[in-house]
């Protein structure tokens, strides 16, 4: 099966992207962008400073405001999530479970 994560570094994350590929661009402010998202500024800084997750809602409205797909969104933060869960103490444990199937 082909690896769709980096294993040597993070990927990048839905918040960086935001604000590198929309947010200065555009010479939006998180106020702005919050108000077209239909959410309050903290949920924006937020997600700009990697302290909250992409979810399926905020992914569908940064697809809407943004003329991107909500998929863009998920799979940016599931990549991340993937690498972050690769490079913890879980997956040592998950390391030594029985496999099942060959």
Not at 24 to 38: D, F, S
Request: proline share 7%.
């Amino acid at each position: 099966m082909p690896q769709l994560v980096p294993s040597n570094r993070r990927p990048i994350s839905p918040g960086s992207v935001l604000r590198e590929d929309f947010l200065e661009p555009l010479k939006m402010t998180q106020g702005q962008l919050a108000a077209a998202l239909g959410v309050d500024r903290t949920s924006v800084s937020e997600l700009l400073n990697e302290r909250r997750k992409v979810t399926t809602e905020m992914a569908l409205r940064l697809a809407h405001t943004l003329r991107t797909s909500p998929e863009y969104w998920i799979n940016l933060q599931i990549a991340v999530d993937l690498f972050d869960a690769a490079h913890s103490p879980l997956s040592q444990e998950i390391s030594r479970l029985t496999v099942l199937v060959r």
